[in-house]
């Protein structure tokens, strides 16, 4: 696949549009206080699991910054108090709310609804 | 409403907008900008970042919305054709007529390309805009191809502007060669000495140089094949940069008639107005005191005259002496030149530092009288380049011993320069966002910023090139000191406290976990550097391995390995001292083979094996623990490597056994989490072949001993390790080196090292020695104690974690799903594999 179609596949899905609810585990297989990543046919998505707040939230895995699959090896928090991702690779902040770059760069990442129902987990999809 | 137009929107022409919507008068006025290019203004001096990331919008001056919010027609892929100077109107490629008022003409400059017989062919390229960079990536790109061996390009010009196309021929994956005219690079800012130090620095960085070259042909059918110098004297390249100079873009001048410098430049007076008092002339294209000045800050300076000018504020003029002063960017090496850089005898003297070991050069001129920096050069290390342009443009006062201001001064805690705050409120600090000391210092005295971030957010400061990023640190911590305000060190927005702070509080309470340390004394969620931080205060405290707290680890230590730039993972076993049986190479080469993964002697004498997948570094860890090695930690901010020479086991000048001495040392402290990375050497003799004083610790062998040094390091700021104590036995050697080590552990921020640690140590290695040797402070015992409990709980972390199924789960790429990631992709070589680049 060229980088771009890469890029193109991750487009932000909202709890509104969502075409199919795909369960990708259990609860207990998410590390707590963590990411991690799953697959949904060609997608890479990352999970975060925040147990302090019992949010849970989802995105792409591409890092846009050099193209790398690795946003759910990143250390996860707040700043400011909205919850973020910082990629491993050169530490860009990402919102896990809506994507945008907590360092007012212009890269974005798509963001998933995630849902839990009893002690499974979904991810919202639009294709 | 008077109308303006603007001719030209690069960098000068967007300037002049900005500052003209600054101005309350600007509502008498329409402005209308043309612009030959197809994007809105960009910022041309970060023209190479474009390589990076191909991303045009990232470099944007503003985007299109911001000329309509400020109520300014922009017009591009327009060029102007003609001006009609009776009528007042211009004419443009679409034969569109538009009457001004006020013309301005920012039009800025073309690339020089000299009149060489085949440099019309295919594969010549100039390096100015954009599209001039998408071109050359694709031709790049379908001339490397597939291709094994080394491609040759070539930049025509050592200029500023050549070495650092030079660097970008480099990254796309050419051998890249330098041609210049001159007998130097950089001959209009460097003296020949210092451009000699520059040359040895680059060509160690694989930029291969060629000086006093003419170029007589560009060799080839339609495609350049090569360059010809004389007869017998030709190189082989496939792609040619040429960055010899620029020329102004007067073109529209001269058909209108306005009056032309000699050799090309629109003319114009400090109003910047040309010989029509109605036209004016700003930026590259302008001839001011008969010069175009080719950089970007003379410009801006010319839009502020040009808008007040036309605005009413008529004694706004521009300055008589224009600053030249430059600072070479991205290229890996510093090289900066401000003010006067070769002085004649009559105006003053110079003082001059050369270390050709090291690559460094520094010049600086000063009046006859000894109070003035006139100007000087700085290669190799530019960080105080800042500084001195300060003292240069302000006529700031220099010490008495004008050579303190490169060799530094004597004695204690001594800086040469005096306060940041001594700089004139006026003094632009950072160029890039033309802020001045005093909207720094203001933002906090009356803007209400009460830190570093809230006075970037305010002022922009730094977010340009980030060069002035220091010198802004310093103003924002001193003006806040001045005002009583306390300029608190803390970790992060979570927790208020400092890495000491936070060390003394979890020991105290017994803080059990990141969690609890967090409800106790900190806020929010935490982030990527309260998390690592304080994984390092707990192993330190209770030696714990990552494998406890997991999600607090900083990636690398969380999987035990370093990520690579595709998202795969290093393996490196620990080799004490460097010695290594044939057997475990052996092995370790097995290991390899089979897990296919590209091998390298590392730096720090031990072998890392790179390109596995996550979920094959337990099975590759098994196989490694199985035969005997342990973690070498490369991933940790902990003890690295303890690198030895052969010493008196078999070398004839050895003095001591100096392997034995470092493989013990490394043993003792393997596993040891500390601020930063800790690494070490014990060399057998003062010919120091184990680089000992390159080191945090090193040790060297004496009549009598060893001497310890403390406090050294390689990377990005070398220091040498400073002498700590001699003729030691190996007892007490060890007896120092454990208190050193738990000092330093306890005591520094989060990832500083031992060098800048003692830096900022108040009293350095005099109080140092004081507290570690003459036990000051009372706690040497306490420390002794503390790194024994740490050396005896030591245990080898990846034989944890692969002996525990529960800990093996985080090792696995997908959650649900046994697949792996398939976007990885790998390319042969030299017989081994590399991580495939991104198109
Ligand atoms: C592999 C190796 C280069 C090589 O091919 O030889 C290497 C590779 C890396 N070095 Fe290094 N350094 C290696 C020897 C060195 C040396 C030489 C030495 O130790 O004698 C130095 C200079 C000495 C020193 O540290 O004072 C060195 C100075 C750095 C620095 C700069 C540190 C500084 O204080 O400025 C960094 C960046 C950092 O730590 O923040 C760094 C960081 C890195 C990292 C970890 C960057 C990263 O985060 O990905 C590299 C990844 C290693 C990996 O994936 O396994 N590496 N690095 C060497 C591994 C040594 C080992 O066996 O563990
Ligand atoms: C790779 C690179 C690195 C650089 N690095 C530095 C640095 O580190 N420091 C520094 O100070 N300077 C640097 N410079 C120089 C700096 O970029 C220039 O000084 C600055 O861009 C000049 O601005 P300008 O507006 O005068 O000209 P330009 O930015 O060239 O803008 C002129 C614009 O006018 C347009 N134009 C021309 N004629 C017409 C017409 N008839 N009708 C309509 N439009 C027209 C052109 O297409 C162009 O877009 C660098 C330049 C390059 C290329
Ligand atoms: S430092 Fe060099 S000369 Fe001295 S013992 Fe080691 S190898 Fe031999
Ligand atoms: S790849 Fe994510 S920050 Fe660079």
Same mark, same amino acid.
């Given at each position: 696949?060229?980088?771009?179609?890469?890029?193109?596949?991750?487009?932000?899905?909202?709890?509104?549009?969502?075409?199919?609810?795909?369960?990708?585990?259990?609860?207990?297989?998410?590390?707590?206080?963590?990411?991690?990543?799953?697959?949904?046919?060609?997608?890479?998505?990352?999970?975060?699991?925040?147990?302090?707040?019992?949010?849970?939230?989802?995105?792409?895995?591409?890092?846009?910054?050099?193209?790398?699959?690795?946003?759910?090896?990143?250390?996860?928090?707040?700043?400011?108090?909205?919850?973020?991702?910082?990629?491993?690779?050169?530490?860009?902040?990402?919102?896990?709310?809506?994507?945008?770059?907590?360092?007012?760069?212009?890269?974005?990442?798509?963001?998933?609804?995630?849902?839990?129902?009893?002690?499974?987990?979904?991810?919202?999809?639009?294709? | 409403?008077?109308?303006?137009?603007?001719?030209?929107?690069?960098?000068?022409?967007?300037?002049?907008?900005?500052?003209?919507?600054?101005?309350?008068?600007?509502?008498?006025?329409?402005?209308?900008?043309?612009?030959? *290019?197809?994007?809105?203004?960009?910022?041309?001096?970060?023209?190479?970042?474009?390589?990076? !990331?191909?991303?045009?919008?990232?470099?944007?001056?503003? =985007?299109?919305?911001?000329?309509?919010?400020?109520?300014?027609?922009?017009?591009?892929?327009?060029?102007?054709?003609?001006?009609?100077?009776?009528?007042?109107?211009?004419?443009?490629?679409?034969?569109?007529?538009?009457?001004? #008022?006020?013309? &301005?003409?920012?039009? %800025?400059?073309?690339?020089?390309?000299?009149?060489?017989?085949?440099?019309?062919?295919?594969?010549?390229?100039?390096?100015?805009?954009?599209?001039?960079?998408?071109?050359?990536?694709?031709?790049?790109?379908?001339?490397?191809?597939?291709?094994?061996?080394?491609?040759?390009?070539?930049?025509?010009?050592?200029?500023?502007?050549?070495?650092?196309?030079?660097?970008?021929?480099?990254?796309?994956?050419?051998?890249?060669?330098?041609?210049?005219?001159?007998?130097?690079?950089?001959?209009?800012?460097? #003296?020949?000495?210092?451009?000699?130090?520059?040359?040895?620095?680059?060509?160690?960085?694989?930029?291969?140089?060629?000086?006093?070259?003419?170029?007589?042909?560009?060799?080839?059918?339609?495609?350049?094949?090569?360059?010809?110098?004389?007869?017998? /004297?030709?190189?082989?390249?496939?792609?040619?940069?040429?960055?010899?100079?620029?020329?102004?873009?007067?073109?529209?001048?001269?058909?209108?008639?306005?009056?032309?410098?000699?050799?090309?430049?629109?003319?114009?007076?400090?109003?910047?107005?040309?010989?029509?008092?109605?036209?004016?002339?700003?930026?590259?294209?302008?001839?001011? !005191?008969?010069?175009?000045?080719?950089? $970007?800050?003379?410009?801006?300076?010319?839009?502020?005259?040009?808008?007040?000018?036309?605005?009413?504020?008529?004694?706004?003029?521009?300055?008589?002496?224009?600053?030249?002063?430059?600072?070479?960017?991205?290229?890996?090496?510093?090289?900066?030149?401000?003010?006067?850089?070769?002085?004649?005898?009559?105006?003053?003297?110079?003082?001059?530092?050369?270390?050709?070991?090291?690559?460094?050069?520094?010049?600086?001129?000063?009046?006859?009288?000894?109070?003035?920096?006139?100007?000087?050069?700085?290669?190799?290390?530019?960080?105080?380049?800042?500084?001195?342009?300060?003292?240069?443009?302000?006529?700031?006062?220099?010490?008495?011993?004008?050579?303190?201001?490169?060799?530094?001064?004597?004695?204690?805690?001594?800086?040469?320069?005096?306060? &940041?705050? /001594?700089?004139?409120?006026?003094?632009?600090?950072?160029?890039?966002?033309?802020?001045?000391? %005093?909207?720094?210092?203001?933002?906090? +005295?009356?803007?209400?910023?009460?830190?570093?971030?809230? $006075?970037?957010?305010?002022?922009?400061?730094?977010?340009?090139? %980030?060069?002035?990023?220091?010198?802004?640190?310093?103003?924002?911590?001193?003006?806040?000191?001045?005002?009583?305000?306390?300029?608190?060190?803390?970790?992060?927005?979570?927790?208020?406290?400092?890495?000491?702070?936070?060390?003394?509080?979890?020991?105290?309470?017994?803080?059990?976990?990141?969690?609890?340390?967090? !409800?106790?004394?900190?806020?929010?969620?935490?982030?990527?550097?309260?998390? =690592?931080?304080?994984?390092?205060?707990?192993? +330190?405290?209770?030696? *714990?391995?990552?494998?406890?707290?997991?999600?607090?680890?900083? +990636?690398?230590?969380?999987?035990?390995?370093?990520?690579?730039?595709?998202?795969?993972?290093?393996?490196?076993?620990?080799?004490?001292?460097?010695?290594?049986?044939?057997?475990?190479?052996?092995?370790?080469?097995?290991?390899?083979?089979?897990?296919?993964?590209?091998?390298?002697?590392?730096?720090?004498?031990?072998?890392?094996?790179?390109?596995?997948?996550?979920?094959?570094? =337990?099975?590759?860890?098994?196989?490694? &623990? #199985?035969?005997?090695?342990?973690?070498?930690?490369?991933?940790?901010?902990?003890?690295?490597?303890?690198?030895?020479?052969?010493?008196?086991?078999?070398?004839?000048?050895?003095?001591?056994?100096?392997?034995?001495?470092?493989?013990?040392?490394?043993?003792?402290?393997?596993?040891?989490?500390?601020?930063?990375?800790?690494? %070490?050497?014990?060399?057998?003799?003062?010919?120091?072949?184990?680089?000992?004083?390159?080191?945090?610790?090193?040790?060297?062998? &004496? *009549?009598?001993?060893?001497?310890?040094?403390?406090?050294?390091?390689?990377?990005?700021? =070398?220091?040498?390790?400073?002498?700590?104590?001699?003729?030691?036995?190996?007892?007490?050697?060890?007896?120092?080196?454990?208190?050193?080590?738990?000092?330093?552990?306890?005591?520094?921020?989060?990832?500083?090292?031992?060098?800048?640690?003692?830096?900022?140590?108040?009293?350095?290695?005099?109080?140092?020695?004081?507290?570690?040797?003459?036990?000051?402070?009372?706690?040497?015992?306490?420390?002794?104690? *503390?790194?024994?409990?740490?050396?005896?709980?030591?245990?080898?972390?990846?034989?944890?974690?692969?002996?525990?199924?529960?800990?093996?789960?985080?090792?696995?790429?997908?959650?649900?799903?046994?697949?792996?990631?398939?976007?990885?992709?790998?390319?042969?070589?030299?017989?081994?594999?590399?991580?495939?680049?991104?198109?």
């Amino acid at each position: 696949m060229q980088e771009q179609d890469i890029l193109n596949q991750y487009q932000s899905v909202s709890e509104d549009n969502v075409k199919e609810w795909f369960k990708v585990g259990v609860v207990e297989d998410f590390p707590e206080n963590s990411g991690a990543c799953i697959k949904y046919k060609t997608k890479q998505i990352a999970v975060y699991n925040f147990v302090r707040t019992g949010k849970w939230y989802a995105t792409q895995n591409l890092c846009p910054h050099k193209m790398e699959m690795v946003l759910s090896l990143g250390m996860i928090g707040d700043k400011d108090g909205v919850p973020k991702v910082a990629c491993p690779m050169h530490k860009k902040n990402f919102s896990l709310e809506d994507g945008s770059n907590l360092g007012g760069e212009d890269l974005k990442i798509a963001t998933y609804p995630v849902k839990i129902k009893k002690g499974n987990v979904y991810i919202g999809f639009s294709d | 409403m008077k109308h303006v137009i603007v001719v030209g929107n690069g960098m000068v022409g967007y300037k002049f907008c900005e500052k003209f919507v600054e101005q309350s008068k600007n509502k008498e006025f329409k402005i209308t900008v043309f612009g030959e *290019e197809p994007r809105p203004a960009y910022d041309r001096v970060h023209l190479s970042e474009f390589f990076e !990331n191909q991303d045009a919008k990232a470099l944007e001056m503003a =985007p299109r919305e911001w000329y309509e919010e400020h109520g300014i027609e922009l017009i591009t892929s327009e060029r102007i054709t003609d001006i009609h100077r009776s009528s007042k109107k211009i004419t443009t490629t679409k034969d569109l007529h538009y009457k001004y #008022d006020y013309l &301005v003409l920012a039009t %800025g400059s073309a690339p020089f390309v000299p009149n060489i017989s085949g440099i019309e062919k295919k594969g010549v390229f100039v390096y100015r805009t954009i599209e001039d960079l998408e071109d050359m990536l694709g031709y790049a790109k379908e001339v490397i191809g597939d291709r094994k061996e080394t491609v040759k390009a070539a930049v025509l010009g050592g200029g500023l502007l050549g070495l650092e196309a030079a660097k970008a021929v480099k990254d796309m994956g050419f051998e890249p060669h330098v041609v210049e005219f001159a007998p130097k690079l950089m001959p209009r800012q460097l #003296d020949t000495r210092g451009s000699k130090v520059l040359q040895e620095k680059i060509e160690s960085l694989g930029i291969n140089v060629h000086l006093s070259k003419a170029t007589n042909k560009i060799l080839g059918d339609d495609v350049i094949t090569g360059m010809e110098f004389g007869e017998y /004297d030709k190189i082989d390249v496939e792609m040619l940069v040429v960055s010899a100079g620029i020329r102004p873009r007067d073109e529209l001048g001269k058909t209108c008639d306005l009056k032309m410098g000699v050799r090309g430049g629109i003319v114009v007076n400090n109003r910047m107005q040309t010989s029509d008092p109605e036209i004016f002339a700003i930026g590259e294209v302008a001839l001011y !005191n008969n010069m175009i000045y080719g950089l $970007v800050a003379p410009g801006y300076d010319m839009a502020e005259v040009a808008v007040n000018q036309i605005i009413g504020n008529t004694d706004v003029l521009m300055a008589e002496e224009i600053d030249m002063s430059t600072k070479l960017k991205l290229i890996g090496v510093d090289v900066a030149s401000f003010g006067e850089p070769f002085m004649p005898v009559e105006k003053g003297y110079s003082i001059i530092f050369e270390n050709k070991t090291k690559n460094l050069y520094k010049r600086v001129n000063i009046s006859h009288d000894g109070n003035l920096l006139l100007g000087g050069i700085l290669i190799g290390d530019a960080s105080d380049y800042n500084m001195f342009h300060q003292i240069y443009l302000n006529g700031l006062p220099i010490p008495e011993d004008a050579e303190e201001l490169i060799i530094g001064a004597r004695g204690e805690g001594g800086s040469s320069f005096g306060s &940041v705050l /001594d700089i004139p409120d006026a003094a632009q600090v950072c160029s890039c966002e033309s802020v001045t000391k %005093g909207d720094i210092c203001c933002s906090i +005295t009356e803007g209400g910023c009460e830190n570093l971030g809230d $006075v970037i957010a305010k002022t922009k400061a730094t977010t340009g090139c %980030g060069g002035c990023k220091p010198m802004v640190v310093d103003l924002v911590n001193e003006t806040l000191k001045s005002q009583g305000k306390e300029v608190k060190e803390v970790l992060c927005e979570h927790f208020s406290f400092n890495r000491q702070e936070l060390y003394d509080l979890v020991k105290v309470n017994k803080v059990a976990d990141y969690d609890e340390a967090l !409800n106790l004394f900190g806020e929010g969620h935490g982030c990527e550097i309260c998390k =690592p931080a304080l994984a390092s205060i707990f192993a +330190t405290i209770t030696m *714990e391995t990552p494998n406890r707290q997991v999600a607090i680890q900083d +990636t690398n230590d969380k999987y035990l390995a370093n990520i690579q730039r595709n998202g795969t993972y290093s393996v490196v076993p620990r080799v004490a001292g460097g010695e290594i049986t044939p057997d475990q190479l052996i092995i370790i080469g097995e290991v390899a083979k089979k897990y296919d993964l590209y091998t390298k002697i590392t730096g720090g004498q031990r072998i890392d094996l790179f390109g596995a997948q996550i979920h094959e570094l =337990p099975l590759i860890w098994k196989e490694l &623990v #199985d035969a005997g090695f342990e973690s070498g930690h490369a991933y940790g901010k902990s003890l690295r490597t303890v690198k030895s020479c052969v010493g008196s086991t078999w070398c004839r000048y050895g003095m001591h056994e100096s392997v034995t001495f470092a493989i013990d040392i490394e043993n003792r402290y393997r596993g040891l989490r500390s601020p930063h990375k800790l690494k %070490g050497g014990v060399s057998g003799c003062i010919r120091e072949c184990a680089e000992a004083r390159g080191k945090d610790f090193g040790l060297i062998a &004496v *009549e009598g001993g060893w001497n310890l040094y403390v406090c050294g390091n390689g990377g990005a700021t =070398p220091k040498h390790a400073i002498l700590f104590a001699e003729q030691l036995d190996d007892e007490t050697a060890i007896k120092y080196l454990d208190r050193f080590l738990m000092f330093y552990i306890r005591t520094a921020g989060p990832l500083v090292r031992t060098a800048p640690w003692l830096e900022k140590l108040d009293g350095g290695i005099e109080y140092l020695k004081k507290v570690i040797i003459e036990d000051s402070l009372g706690i040497a015992e306490e420390l002794e104690t *503390e790194m024994q409990g740490l050396v005896n709980k030591y245990e080898c972390e990846w034989k944890q974690a692969i002996e525990d199924p529960e800990m093996m789960k985080r090792f696995k790429h997908f959650v649900n799903s046994d697949d792996t990631d398939d976007n990885l992709a790998f390319v042969p070589m030299r017989d081994q594999k590399m991580p495939k680049a991104w198109n």
